[in-house]
């Protein structure tokens, strides 16, 4: 079975924890790369996290630091849903793995263009370095196979009435993706804030293994949600969406991102009834089968060692 070369652009963040984990051990997937953004948390403190996975794991998967502020907004982090470090909860170590020497864009350029064929980005955080890395690199945009992003809403935001967090971080990133041609699907909130974990699960992975009690640890931290209304698993989403497309229900649309500096910034606006007429630029995620997405969540951690 071929696998899917993937590279995730994140900014772990305790959700974020969760997806580069299954990731890893997926064996549908080839993660080449994991290159990191300001985010939930500073850059620093999301590339020292990235680097606490990877070494967790014991994995040389390379990971490359990025930008450090959006492209014209000022860094409003999420320190409280995920804790001052952006993986709070568990004690990891210093790690002694290295970052990459070159900047993110550069990593992605030098791994895409290198690739023998084209590759997924799954960015589950700001869009920065994506946004730079088109705009750099244009030539780029033909090896990336399609791009799948947790981000954006159909309904209401996360993080102001309209916008959700990673869209509402970087709006002019996110407007330069959804404007570049390439292959956009959008895993927005509808979805993720429904791919909940109740506590029931929770106990269940504290003793199924290493990766399930680090998790556990992490998810006691988390403030995506509650025990009570349930832990949103916002981007292992993109992840699933990526390997097992059917836990979601999908439509093709028209997608704006709101720029301007009034209330609805950062907002993901999808003409779902094609009433503008304009030509589809984007495939959004409408549903998730919750039951299904539990059952496969437990399947992936049994496998993520
Ligand atoms: O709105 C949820 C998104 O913002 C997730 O990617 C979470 O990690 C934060 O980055
Ligand atoms: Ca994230």
């Known amino acids: ?17 969760v997806a580069i984990s299954f990731a ?31 070494e967790f794991f014991g994995s040389d998967i390379p990971v490359a630091r990025g930008c450090q502020e959006p492209l014209l907004k ?13 993986m709070d909860g568990f004690d990891f170590g210093t790690p002694t793995r290295k970052v990459l020497p070159e900047h993110a864009v550069e990593a992605l350029r030098k791994t895409l263009l290198g690739s023998e064929e084209p590759v997924t980005l799954m960015p589950i955080a700001a869009l920065t370095n994506i946004a730079l ?15 799948v992003l947790m981000g954006g809403s159909l309904s209401r935001g996360n993080t102001t009435t309209a916008a959700e967090f990673n869209i509402f971080t970087d709006p002019e990133a996110a407007a330069i993706l959804f404007e570049s041609g ?18 029931k699960e929770v106990e269940q992975i504290k003793t199924m293994n290493r990766a399930g ?18 832990l949103k698993m ?42 503008y007429h304009r030509e589809t630029n984007s495939t959004v995620a409408l549903d998730v089968h919750v039951e299904k997405f539990r059952e496969w969540f437990l399947e992936m951690l049994e496998q993520t060692k």
């Open 234 to 275: 916002h981007d292992v989403c993109a992840l699933a969406a990526i390997v097992e497309p059917e836990l979601f229900d999908f439509a093709d649309t028209f997608v704006e991102i709101e720029t301007g500096k009034g209330p609805a910034n950062g907002a993901t606006v999808a003409d779902l009834k094609m009433k």
């Open 24 to 54: 890893m051990f997926h064996p549908k997937v080839d993660l080449k790369l994991i290159t990191t953004v300001a985010g939930n948390v500073s850059v620093d403190k999301t590339t020292e996290n990235a680097l606490k996975l990877v």
């Open 1 to 17: 079975m071929r696998k899917i070369p993937l590279i995730i652009d994140t900014d772990p963040g305790i959700d974020d924890a």
């Open 74 to 86: 000022t860094l409003e982090d999420s320190s409280e849903i995920h804790g001052e470090s952006g």
């Open 182 to 199: 390439v292959k956009i699907t959008m895993i927005g909130l509808d979805v993720t804030s429904r791919a909940v974990l109740m506590q």
């Open 133 to 147: 890395l088109f705009k750099l690199y244009p030539e780029t945009k033909s090896k990336v196979k399609e791009i």
């Open 213 to 230: 009690e680090m998790f556990a640890a992490l998810f006691s931290h988390y403030r995506g949600g509650s025990m009570k209304t349930g």
